[in-house]
């Protein structure tokens, strides 16, 4: 059974910095596709990030290009999201998730992801 653990979320000020991160349990994660998905209050669940299993691919939405980054390392077994420029509304609950099936830049949805994080929030606020 794999397990996922994020951690990293707080409040920041608007413009500010925050790097999630995401400890996996079991080595086979180190093959999976893993996403970064956030909630925020009275709405859906939305896909934020991806990375495959190698760490050489990964896809965004529009809303956070150039200000996100998924990152991973696989010794570790450990997902990273670094997020610069943090917005108002990027305040969300942030889900980590691992898919067992092979990346694609278009498994957006949570039902294409296996397992689950409890979540961590992120408050950003002046």
């Known amino acids: 059974q794999v397990q996922l653990v994020e951690s990293g979320g707080g409040l920041v000020q608007p413009g500010g910095s925050l790097r999630l991160s995401c400890a996996a349990s079991g080595r086979a994660v180190t093959t999976y596709a893993m996403g970064w998905f956030r909630q925020a209050p009275g709405k859906e669940r939305e896909f934020v990030a991806s990375?495959?299993?190698?760490?050489?691919?990964?896809t965004y939405i529009d809303s956070v290009k150039g200000r996100f980054t998924i990152s991973r390392d696989n010794a570790k077994i450990t997902v990273f999201l670094q997020m610069n420029s943090l917005k108002p509304e990027d305040t969300a609950v942030y889900f980590c998730?691992?898919?067992?099936?092979?990346?694609?830049?278009?498994?957006?949805?949570?039902?294409?992801?296996?397992?689950w994080g409890q979540g961590t929030q992120v408050t950003v606020s002046s």
């Open positions: 998730a691992a898919a067992q099936r092979p990346w694609s830049n278009y498994r957006r949805r949570t039902t294409d992801y296996d397992y």
């Open positions: 990375i495959n299993g190698g760490g050489g691919l990964s």
